[in-house]
Structures are given as C-alpha cells and as structure tokens.
C-alpha cells in the first residue's frame, strides 16, 4: 500500500508542476489554485508514504519519476524540445530507478 501512496504522490506532483508553469507566475488563478493544493496533496501522500518506505529510497523515486514525467509532459503540452543527452540523462534516471527496486536490499518490498 505505501507504494501505491507514493504514485499518488508523484502523479499530485506532476500535476501541480504542470499547473506551475501553466499558472504564468501565479497570474492565472486556476492553474494557481491547482499548484497550490498539489504540492499540498503530494507532501501530505509523501508523508504518509515515508511511515514504510526509506526516505532515501521514497525520495530518489519521487524525484526521478518527476524529473521523467515533467520533462516528457513540458515536451508533449509545451513543446519544449529534448535533445539526445537529456534523453540519455533522463533513461539513466530510470534505470537508477529500477536498480534501486530491483537490486537494493535497503528497499522493503
């Protein structure tokens, strides 16, 4: 269940980073009020999360997920562009993340 907790996390945090841009330096007050209750949703999902799961472990998985996630939605609903070393970065972020599930004893599964 703390891993299910922690997606949840990570998927609030996309949102509410996909509404930070989108909210134009908090000019806009849908976009705003999406950041706002996001972040707030995703720490308190963090929080709960961390009751199981490392925190070493639960952050590096937060933050790599995210970094993937936003990237790839900054390029789709953006059009921000990706060149081959961000890519490159950003596949080893994930193998990072699969190596810490699958091989690491300090993750309770």
């Known amino acids: 269940m703390p891993w299910i907790v ?3 996390a990570i ?3 996309t949102v509410a980073t ?20 996001g972040y707030c949703l995703s720490f308190y999902l963090l929080s709960l999360a961390l009751k199981a799961i490392p925190v070493g472990i639960a952050y590096a998985i937060w933050a790599g997920l995210g970094i993937v996630l936003i990237a790839a939605i900054g390029w789709t609903l953006f059009g921000q562009k990706l060149d081959t070393p961000a890519v490159i970065g950003m596949s080893l972020i994930l193998s990072g993340i699969v190596v ?5 004893g300090a993750n309770p599964h």
């Open 18 to 37: 996909t509404a930070l841009h989108a909210s134009q330096q908090f000019t806009r007050i849908g976009p705003t009020l999406v950041a706002v209750l």
């Open 100 to 104: 810490i599930n699958v091989f690491s």
């Open 11 to 13: 998927a609030a945090e």
């Open 6 to 8: 922690l997606m949840f």
